[in-house]
């Protein structure tokens, strides 16, 4: 795997599992100015980061989560998981303050929410350093683990209990 100077020492600090599903999926990384506002996505083996977001540990590992659900069919297609996470979002909705939703919005109330809470899950189940998680990120990683346990435990037997 070839990695971006760039992207060296950050790479040193990102779990095992992040770095062998990026080189077993071919990812590369490519650092971009997006007018300094954080972004970051997956467009097939390359991954696009905002400078901002160059050392950010859970957003590589989340975009990681991305191409990990990928890996195994695109696990946000999955009709059992879509119906646990729906359920539980709709207990969300009724807990969560208007605050706490519009905050949350990409996870709680976007359509691709499924494919959003895989990769945060990936992204905590892999053993990234929870120290380095900043807001908004951080605000959904509490949401996910209180709110959403159900669909934590499918996607994590999906990741790691399936062989």
């Known amino acids: 795997m070839i990695v971006n100077w760039r992207f060296e020492d950050t790479m040193k600090m990102l779990p095992e599992e ?17 007018n300094n506002e954080s972004n970051a996505f997956i467009d097939g083996d390359l991954m696009h980061l905002s400078s901002d977001l160059r050392n950010d540990y859970f957003v590589i ?4 989560g991305h191409v990990k659900s990928k890996e195994l069919g695109n696990l946000d ?3 059992n998981l879509i119906k646990i996470f729906e359920q539980e979002r709709k207990e969300a909705l009724q807990n969560l303050s208007d605050i706490t939703i519009n905050e949350t919005e990409y996870l709680i109330l976007n359509s691709k929410g499924p494919g959003e809470v895989i ?7 892999s ?12 605000m959904r990683v509490d949401i996910i683990m209180q709110y959403f346990p159900g669909t934590i435990a499918y996607i994590a037997h999906k990741f790691y209990g399936e062989k």
Request: aromatic share 10%.
């Open 18 to 34: 992040i770095f062998y599903c990026m080189g077993k999926n071919g990812i590369r990384m490519k650092e971009e100015d997006y």
């Open 119 to 125: 990769a945060d899950t990936y992204a905590i189940l």
């Open 127 to 138: 053993g990234v350093d929870h120290n380095v998680i900043t807001a908004p990120s951080g």
């Open 77 to 79: 297609k999955d009709e």
């Open 61 to 64: 590992a989340h975009e990681v």
